[in-house]
């Protein structure tokens, strides 16, 4: 008799699974979708980091360190891998290091002048980036210490010394907004319509497109929170450091636009499905495609270009961007404007999306 109950409960338990599709089709694609977007995005091999390289004044020629120096950079790669870096020339230090502070490189060799050949080699990085830095600190001494000269090479970063906590810790930010809305936003409307309360709502004077605001509404607010908990644990244990009440408040504004825009998303996602087991899978989808490309983890840099492109439509990574030029950066709205715009793009589209999803529903 246990032998026969257990059988018959497996069998209408794998009908059921076998009967949607759906579920079958997820269950083999995510598998794919993590060898494919998380084996790509964490670890690639790096390559084609601009670097700017400059003679220091009073410029009179270029000297054999200059030369050599650079000749060596420019041939540094890995087997059967491309240029580890791109090596952009520059006749004016402030100008080479005016484009490293507008993050158009990622480093700047200042070479001492023709009068002063004995003068070391002065490296800037930007230290807000990950492994980056140390490969660009490598390549140099390598390139300096391949001429034969005795000139050494002192190292500044910009930006101080970040360790991988902070780096990744503005990243889980974003985190905790998307996971806030998949349980507080999607899931609970879900639920709501198992339980009948939209039913419920239809039956009242409230209008569909009230329903989903509200919604939207209240998914913002219960993200923002989230985020902005965890905003404070990156201060009390990662050590970011928020140095003044602009820079507090802009922190709160990506927040704040981000949370509209992912709940948004994952709202009108959810009004699609009728079932949590569908929109579970679909939500666990999306939090690998978007978290995986934004570059919490490791450098857009060094993902493969199919994988750059979900970037530059990914408003996680311009999200975890701003968050990192405010904090790590120390850097305003003269540097996160297209940021802000692209998320309230991102937001304002996702609005309308769930609006139109939502009523599309329904009927």
């Known amino acids: 008799m246990v032998l026969r109950g257990a059988i018959a409960i497996f069998n209408r338990d794998f009908k059921k699974f076998l ?21 790509n995005a964490i670890g690639g091999t790096i390559t084609g980091i601009p670097i700017g390289v400059v003679q220091d004044t ?21 087997s059967g891998k491309a240029d580890t870096f791109q090596v952009i020339p520059y006749t004016d230090p402030g100008i080479a290091k005016n484009a490293l502070e507008k993050e158009q490189l990622y480093g700047v060799v200042v070479f001492p002048p023709a009068n002063a050949p004995g003068d070391n080699v002065q490296l800037y990085l930007d230290s807000s980036e990950y492994t980056i830095p140390q490969l660009v600190e490598s390549g140099v001494i390598a390139a300096v210490s391949q001429t034969g000269t005795n000139s050494s090479v002192n190292v500044v970063n910009i930006y101080g ?39 419920g ?10 329903i989903i605001i509200g919604t939207i509404g209240s998914g913002t607010v219960k993200a923002f929170f989230a985020g902005f908990a965890i905003f404070l644990v990156n201060i009390f244990v990662a050590g970011v450091i928020v140095r003044s009440a602009q820079d507090f408040f802009l922190v709160l504004l990506v927040i704040f636009m981000t949370s509209i825009g ?18 579970a899978s679909v939500i666990a989808f999306m939090n690998l495609l978007l978290f995986m490309t934004s570059g919490v983890f490791y450098p857009v840099i060094g993902m493969p270009d199919w994988l750059r492109w979900i970037t530059a439509v990914n408003p996680e990574a311009y999200a975890i961007h701003a ?11 003269d540097v996160i ?27």
């Open 337 to 363: 404007w297209f940021d802000l715009v692209a998320i309230g793009i991102f937001s304002i589209a996702m609005v309308i999306l769930g609006i139109l999803t939502y009523r599309r529903t329904l009927e």
């Open 58 to 78: 009073p410029y009179v020629t270029e000297t054999p360190l200059y030369t050599q120096a650079v000749g060596n950079l420019g041939m540094l790669h890995q």
């Open 262 to 279: 992912v709940t948004s998303l994952v709202v009108s996602l959810a009004s699609r499905f009728s079932n949590q087991q569908s929109y």
């Open 161 to 199: 010394t970040i360790g991988y906590l902070e780096f990744f810790g503005i990243g889980i930010i974003v985190m905790a907004i998307f996971t806030s809305t998949m349980f507080g936003g999607g899931l609970a409307m879900i639920r709501d319509r198992e339980n009948g309360i939209i039913e």
């Open 201 to 210: 709502y239809l039956v009242t004077p409230v209008k569909r497109s009230s």
């Open 19 to 39: 009967s949607n599709p759906f579920m079958l089709v997820m269950t083999l694609a995510m598998p794919i979708m993590y060898l494919l977007v998380f084996g």
């Open 323 to 333: 968050l990192r030029s405010i904090t790590l950066r120390n850097q305003g709205l």
